[in-house]
């Protein structure tokens, strides 16, 4: 039986997409990944708590962005990852090799902007809630 070969452009495209529920990890490892179960676990009880303490709907979403956060990290170590070790690592027994192309260096640019904004952003308003009380909006 061949093992299925794992395609570095869908682990970065399912990173940037789906990170935050820790889709990737399913891709790359299988059902029973236990970081990509700490994605999916950790983020309703994190959130529910977490906005039990703190009373603006902000805090529940929080984990939720800290969590895509951390996949946005991860689709660019998949990505910039080269193809060599990619398939050392995660593709010894398939018979395929990897070979990177354009799609996945426009993933990796639409990551770090994606990303960037969104921690940018998170810290921003996070910042606005701790230290203004949240009065701009």
Not at 37 to 63: D, E, K, M, N, R
Request: include cysteine.
């Amino acid at each position: 039986m061949a093992v299925r070969h794992k395609n570095k452009t869908i682990a970065t495209l399912l990173a940037l997409l789906l990170g935050g529920f820790g889709v990737h990890r399913f891709y790359i490892k299988g059902p029973v990944d236990r970081l990509g179960l700490l994605h999916l676990c950790s983020l309703p009880v994190t959130g529910i708590l977490w906005g039990a303490v703190h009373p603006h709907p902000f805090y529940v979403v929080l984990p939720i962005l800290l969590s895509y956060v951390v996949g946005f990290v991860e689709a660019l170590v998949i990505g910039l990852t080269p193809d060599e070790a990619w398939d050392a690592q995660h593709n010894k027994d398939s018979g395929k090799a990897s070979r990177s192309n354009w799609m996945l260096a426009l993933l990796l640019v639409l990551t770090v902007g994606i990303g960037a904004i969104a921690l940018i952003g998170m810290i921003a308003r996070v910042f606005d809630l701790l230290y203004t009380g949240g009065a701009y909006g």
